[in-house]
Nanobody, 124 residues
Framework: QVQLVESGGGLVQAGDSLRLSCVGSGGTFSTYRVGWFRQAPEKEREFVAVISRSSVMRLYADSVKGRFTISRDNAKKTVYLQMNNLKPEDTAVYYC?????????????????WGQGTQVTVSS
């Protein structure tokens, strides 16, 4: 059973930075693509970023492009989301998700396993 655990969320001010981590266990981490999604209150879960197994390919939502960076360290079984210049509209619960599909994808339904989420709150 594959498990993902997020950490690194918190309360920050607009313009600040945070780095989220997603640690995997229970499987071969290097064979998963891993994505980040977020869900704000009363809104649908939305795609943020995804990284391929070997970090060759990365994809970002337009709303975070240029501010967020996704990376991974397969030796540590960890995917990171570096978030810079945070805005109040980035406030949400952030989830990481994974599966063994080779191609990148933006749709939550494509991913097989999910973490429990970490709260990010950006004050203005």
């Amino acid at each position: 059973q594959v498990q993902l655990v997020e950490s690194g969320g918190g309360l920050v001010q607009a313009g600040d930075s945070l780095r989220l981590s997603c640690v995997g266990s229970g499987g071969t981490f290097s064979t998963y693509r891993v994505g980040w999604f977020r869900q704000a209150p009363e809104k649908e879960r939305e795609f943020v970023a995804v990284i391929s197994r070997s970090s060759v390919m990365r994809l970002y939502a337009d709303s975070v492009k240029g501010r967020f960076t996704i990376s991974r360290d397969n030796a540590k079984k960890t995917v990171y989301l570096q978030m810079n210049n945070l805005k109040p509209e980035d406030t949400a619960v952030y989830y990481c998700a994974g599966d063994q599909t080779l191609l990148l994808g933006r749709n939550a339904y494509e991913y097989d396993f999910w973490g429990q989420g970490t709260q990010v709150t950006v004050s203005s």
